[in-house]
C-alpha cells in the first residue's frame, strides 16, 4: 500500500482528524495519518496554546512539572540529526530513538515514553517525517506531541534551510481517546510537600478544592503521597467542621488509588480498570466538593 498524502494548512487538523477517526472513551490499533505541507507551518506559530509544554517535553532535562519527558532520552540527538542531514540528506540513520530494548525490558510499571521513534530524511526538497508512538492519546496529548514535532522541525530547518516541504506519518500501535487523561503533567497538589499542604488545611482549607479537581483527571502514574500528606493535615486540623466526612473521603481516595496502581501492573486497558478509575474521579470531585463547602 502506498501512502496517499493529505495536504493541510493548519495543524489543528491533524487532530480535528484523530479526534473524528476515535470517539470518546474509543480506541484503534495502528492509526496511520499522512499529511503534507509548506514548511512555512513549522516556522509559524504552531499550536500555541501548548508551544510551552511541548518545550518541557523535549528538554533535556526531566522537569519538576512532569514525571518523564522525551528530550532526556535523546540528549544529542537533534545535533546527530543536523549532522547526518549535512553528510547524507537521504540518510537511514536520520533518526531519534527514544527507548532501548533494555529500558522496555526493566521499566516495570514506571513511566516510560509512548514516542518512540522520529525519522527524517530529504529527497527532492522535501522533509519525510515518520513518527512512532507505542501508545497515543489523541484528545489532548497528540496536540502536545504535534507541537513538539513542529519544534523539532523547526529546528532542522534553521539549521538545513534546504527543503520546503514537509511530508509527515504519525503511526500509533495503539490510539485511544480519553478526555479526562492527564498528560503526565503532576498535579499542583502532588508538587506540594507535608508542611506546604498542613499550612494552607489550616488557613484557606476550600483552596484544595481547585486542586483536587485537577488531581481527579484520569493518571497513568498513580500516587497517593499528596492524598496521605493531606490526610495527616486534616487528621490536626480543629477549624474543619466536616473534618470526619474529609478524613473518610481522602481515606477512600487513597484506597482507590493503590487499588488502581495494582491493577494498572497487570492491565493497560481493562473494564475494571475503567472502571475503578472512574471511581476514583468521582471520590476525588467528591472531596473536592467538600472542600470547597470549607469557606
Known amino acids: 500500500m502506498i501512502i496517499q498524502y493529505q495536504e493541510i494548512s493548519n495543524l489543528e487538523k491533524i487532530i480535528e482528524d484523530a479526534t473524528n477517526e476515535i470517539s470518546a472513551d474509543g480506541h484503534s490499533f495502528n492509526l496511520c495519518m499522512a499529511y503534507e505541507f509548506e514548511v512555512g507551518l513549522v516556522t509559524g506559530d504552531g499550536l500555541r496554546d501548548c508551544t510551552e509544554e511541548a518545550e518541557l517535553w523535549r528538554s533535556d532535562e526531566v522537569p519538576d512539572q512532569l514525571h518523564i519527558n522525551h528530550g532526556s532520552y535523546v540528549i544529542g540527538g537533534m545535533s546527530h540529526l543536523v549532522d547526518e542531514l549535512k553528510r547524507k540528506p537521504t540518510s537511514n540513520r536520520a533518526l531519534l530513538s527514544l527507548l532501548s530494548q533494555k529500558n522496555v525490558n526493566e521499566s516495570g510499571d514506571e513511566p516510560i515514553p509512548s514516542f518512540m521513534v522520529f525519522q527524517v530524511s530529504i529527497f527532492q526538497d522535501i522533509l519525510h517525517c515518520t513518527v512512532y508512538f507505542r501508545a497515543l492519546e489523541v484528545s489532548s496529548f497528540l496536540r502536545i506531541n504535534v507541537e513538539e514535532i513542529r519544534l523539532r522541525l523547526r529546528d532542522l530547518y534553521s539549521e538545513l534551510m534546504n527543503f520546503n516541504k514537509v511530508r509527515l506519518v504519525i503511526h500509533a500501535y495503539r490510539a485511544y481517546n480519553n478526555p479526562n487523561a492527564s498528560t503526565l503533567k503532576k498535579s499542583e497538589l502532588d508538587l506540594m510537600r507535608g508542611p506546604q499542604i498542613m499550612k494552607l488545611v489550616m488557613s484557606d482549607p476550600a483552596c484544595f478544592g481547585p486542586l483536587l479537581r485537577e488531581k481527579s483527571r484520569d493518571d497513568t502514574v498513580m500516587s497517593s503521597n499528596s492524598l496521605q500528606d493531606l490526610h495527616e493535615a486534616v487528621e490536626l ?58 469557606r
Open 237 to 294: 486540623a480543629d477549624n474543619l467542621p466536616t473534618k470526619q466526612y474529609l478524613v473518610s473521603l481522602i481515606r477512600e481516595s487513597k484506597e482507590l488509588t493503590d487499588e488502581l496502581k495494582t491493577l494498572r501492573k497487570m492491565h493497560s486497558h481493562h473494564e475494571r480498570v475503567n472502571e475503578v478509575s472512574n471511581r476514583l474521579c468521582r471520590k476525588v470531585l467528591s472531596l473536592a466538593e467538600a472542600f470547597e463547602q470549607c
